[in-house]
């Protein structure tokens, strides 16, 4: 299957190593009151003269552009403008061997959660996303560095991650501690922590990966986004099936030169002999009747390079 072929070509070919928002907030400070002047007739002494009025401003005049606010949240090396991470879209890629056979979760479409900083802290500021996209930060030429510049280098750690062949690996791990923000980051060259080689979204995280794809989707739902039917591998014994082929449909030429590939779970009350009929060494379509009466939903989505 996809996620083990790379897993293989991962652990035998490559030495496992260990390697805000520019606040444009523009403070509009109200001129100050003008003091009172008492009334003589009162009785009381009349109060000094007001300041005298500003000299107006010439009709020329241009307003100062907003000084640039540093983040109190962000470390002196963390403070950078989205254009030190917007690099050139890598090449296209053709899919290695068995790469649709994955266990994988997919991205949003074209955008870069790095470019919007509110995207990288959705439980801050609603209504933001968190998007993987095939350049940027999740570009193929990204790094270690890279990840801790646009996240803090506090919320990246380099550790190992469960392989699906049983091993580990060693990998990048973006907000490891916080299950709705979890990302995995695996490299080419593990070593150097750079080269991204896998991208992985599972258990919780709420991560969009490119083509909107994210972890629940139902098989109708993945055929909107795909524009039509795919195909699929059948139930292993862990009640898994995997994506096999896009079937020519969106999702199969995704901007930027990834591949994404996923993983769907049937439905936990399914009985095994129902899915005894829908077993791993055989295809099916996405729109058979058998498979969409079990209920899958995206388990596991992978972006590769």
Not at 52 to 81: C, I, M, N, W, Y
Not at 177 to 199: C, F, G, M, Q
Not at 273 to 293: E, G, H, I, M, Y
């Amino acid at each position: 299957m996809y996620r083990r072929w790379i897993e293989a070509a991962l652990l035998a070919g490559l030495a496992l190593g260990t390697a805000g928002t520019l606040s444009a907030q523009q403070r509009q400070l109200s001129a100050p009151g003008q003091p009172s002047i008492m009334n003589e007739e009162d009785g009381a002494t009349p109060a000094p003269p007001p300041p005298p009025a500003k000299p107006a401003r010439s009709r020329g005049q241009t307003t100062a552009p907003p000084v640039f606010e540093h983040d109190p949240d962000l470390d002196a090396a963390d403070q950078f403008a989205p254009s030190q991470l917007q690099g050139p879209l890598p090449a296209a890629v053709a899919t290695p061997t068995g790469g649709e056979h994955t266990h994988t979760r997919a991205a949003a479409r074209g955008t870069d959660a790095v470019m919007e900083p509110g995207a990288i802290a959705r439980q801050t500021r609603p209504g933001k996303q968190q998007v993987v996209a095939c350049s940027g930060v999740f570009g193929r030429d990204s790094s270690h560095v890279k990840l801790a510049m646009a996240f803090q280098s506090r919320n990246v750690a380099f550790t190992q991650v469960d392989a699906s062949s049983g091993g580990k690996v060693m990998a990048s791990v973006v907000f490891a501690k916080d299950p709705k923000r979890r990302l995995e980051v695996w490299w080419s060259k593990p070593a150097n922590r750079s080269d991204t080689h896998l991208i992985v979204i599972n258990g919780q995280s709420d991560w969009i990966a490119p083509g909107e794809v994210h972890l629940g989707l139902t098989l109708a739902e993945l055929e909107q986004l795909n524009g039509k039917p795919f195909k699929l591998l059948g139930f292993d014994k862990d009640h898994v099936a995997t994506l096999s082929d896009w079937n020519g449909g969106r999702l199969s030429a995704l901007a930027g030169g990834c591949k994404v590939g996923i993983s769907l779970r049937a439905d936990p009350k399914t009985p095994a002999s129902v899915l005894s009929d829908l077993p791993a060494d055989r295809a099916f379509t996405s729109a058979d009747t058998a498979l969409r009466a079990v209920n899958p939903t995206v388990s596991e989505i992978l972006v590769g390079y």
